[in-house]
Structures are given as C-alpha cells and as structure tokens.
C-alpha cells in the first residue's frame, strides 16, 4: 500500500489539491455539516467552495439536504472549514471512506472537529426541533473505520473513554444558556440505515442508554480521535423514535425540522467557533 506522504495517495493528493483552491492558514476547526443543517455555510464569510466530485477520493453525495461541497472562510471571525455533505454507509460506502473527509480536514491543519447530524428522539422527553450535545456515542454499525493498515500518524489502539471533548460540550452548553437555547446532553447511538428502527429496536435502544439514533457521525469520531482531533457534535432531533408516536417517519419532515431548529444550531456553533 501507498505511504501517505506519496504524491500519489488520496489522503496527499486532495489535501495537495485543496490547498491549490483554498488560501489555507490555520483552521481553527472543520464543522461537518449534517442533513438539513448546511444553512450554517451561508454564515461562513469569504467563502470559497470546491465541489465533492472536484476532490480527488471525494463522491458526489446523493441524499437531499446535502450540499456536497468543502467551504473555506471564515466564521464568528475564525478560520474554518466546512464539510457540507457526507458520505454515509448505507450508500454503499466503506468505513473508512465514510471518514476520509475527515482525514482531509486534518491534514489542512485542523485539529478541532465539531460534527452535526440529525436524529431520531429516543429520550421520551425529546420533541422536534430539540439540540442534544453528543456526550458518548453506541457504535451500533458493528464497523470500524480503522480497521485494516495503521494510518500514518494514527493510534492503533484509540482511547475512546472521552470522545467528545469534555471542555468544547461545557462550552456549548454555557453559549445555549447565554443564548436561550434549550440543549441537553446525550447519548447518541449510530445505526448504519438507511431503513428506520422498528419500534422494538427503539426500546432497546432505549434500554442500551442511548437518547438518540441516527446513521452517521460515529465513523467519523473514531478516525479523528485515533489522529489525536478533540470532537464537539450536536444533533438535532427531527421526530421521535418510531413507535414512540403514531406518526410514520419520513425524510422530508426530518429535513423540514432540521430547517426550523437552523437558527439555535447555527447560533450555537458561531459562538462556539468564535470562543476558540
Ligand atoms: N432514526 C435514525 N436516524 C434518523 C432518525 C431516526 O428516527 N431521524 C433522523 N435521522
């Protein structure tokens, strides 16, 4: 296999270009943007976007409600860059591939990650529309983005007794209280989908301590924190777990609740990208 300072690896060449497109200095953070949340990249000043299907080792998302694009700017006058699109698994991708944007933003210069998606409310208290701080996560997809060959510079053996950075959730929850916004603090559990859960599996959920489920964001923790990135993520809750209300799920309501609760999820991450 490749080393990966060849020219010829797909970690080098989209970093190498990347940095052909974007005037990168020194990010303060790379915020994936999660399914309906990318109304944040309008926030991001400067900006310069580059096209998924541009980036070599990129593809081209196809779920609506994300963009597909890797912005650079700046925002709350702090260096960023911005993953608006993801690459989940149960479009057929690998782990690992699932995760390479993360590598990229990394090998810009970022060491901070902070991460959004939407989910379903397993937290029976949980309504539409409300912000959970990812405190752990349940690694429900029974995969792991670093199995395989150690990636230069990566842990072999990560240490995941703190995925998300203790300080950067105390931070977001000092920003919701000075902004009025109601956040609460929970486990997420992720799933690979693309199906929903069935109602038994959202009382297991339930019974395994999660307080809310979705198809993203756990491959992409793991492979930043076995490069030493401390994560922050939010998840924004579109609809309770099925069974836990009459109504069926569908993706268009998801999208259209994440659209609602935009401006706290966009408020909160402007100040918590400006606190850094
Ligand atoms: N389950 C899993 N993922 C989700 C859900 C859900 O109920 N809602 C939004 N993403």
Known sequence: MADASSANHPLAEAAAFLRTRLPVQAPVAAIVLGSGLGGLAA??????????????GFAEPRVEGHAGELLHGTLGGREVLALAGRFHMYEGHAAAHSAFPVRVVHALGARTLILSNAAGGIRRTFAPGQ?????DHLNLMFRNPLIG??????????????????????????????????????VYAGLLGPSY????????????????????????????????????????ITNPGAGLSPEPIHHADVIEVTRRA???FERLIEALVASL
């Not at 926030?43 to 070599?56: L, M, N, T």
């Not at 912000?131 to 405190?135: D, S, T, Y």
């Open 131 to 135: 912000l959970m701080v990812i405190a």
């Open 149 to 186: 060959q150690v990636q230069p510079g990566d842990e072999r053996f990560p240490d995941m007794s703190s995925p998300y950075d203790p300080d950067l959730r105390q931070r977001l929850h000092a920003i919701a209280r000075g902004l009025g916004i109601r956040l609460e603090d929970g």
């Open 262 to 264: 935009a401006a706290d």
């Open 43 to 56: 926030r991001i000043s400067g900006a310069i976007r580059v096209a998924y299907r541009d980036i070599p």
């Open 197 to 236: 859960e069935t109602p038994a599996e959202v009382r297991m959920l339930e019974r395994l301590g999660a307080d809310a489920a979705g198809m993203s964001t756990v491959p992409e923790v793991m492979v930043a924190r076995a490069m030493g990135m401390r994560c922050a993520a939010v998840s924004c």
